[in-house]
């Protein structure tokens, strides 16, 4: 079965961290673009940034330049969002999605998690 699964959302304080983790089963994550999303309450997805097959990252949302990064480990066939510096507006629910290539569009993407919620909340 090709999945992906998040974890590591919850309630956490504004101005603190949390490491968001996207494990893929059934396929490796390393031939793959992996896109990381959000989607606030009433509000559409919202692509964040994209890790990048061979490393690296493109970022395309404003709102979270220089508190959030990507990063992937091939070997543990795992990708993350490590956030900091969380904001009350960056409640939302996070998904991972895996595809051929970088884009802030959710239907170039293959495969997708389930998502995990992220309260920001004092």
């Known amino acids: 079965q090709l999945q992906l699964v998040e974890s590591g959302g919850g309630l956490v304080q504004p101005g603190g961290s949390l490491r968001l983790s996207c494990a893929a089963s059934g396929f490796t994550l390393d031939v793959y673009d992996i896109g990381w999303f959000r989607q606030a309450p009433g509000k559409g997805r919202e692509g964040l940034l994209c890790i990048l097959s061979y490393g690296g990252s493109t970022n395309y949302a404003d709102s979270v330049k220089g508190r959030f990064s990507g990063s992937k480990d091939n070997a543990n066939n795992t990708a993350y969002l490590q956030m900091n510096s969380l904001k009350p507006e960056d409640t939302a629910v996070y998904y991972c999605?895996?595809?051929?290539?970088?884009?802030?569009?959710?239907?170039?993407?293959?495969?997708w998690g389930q998502g995990t919620q992220v309260i920001v909340s004092s």
């Open positions: 999605a895996a595809g051929g290539y970088c884009s802030d569009d959710v239907s170039e993407y293959t495969y």
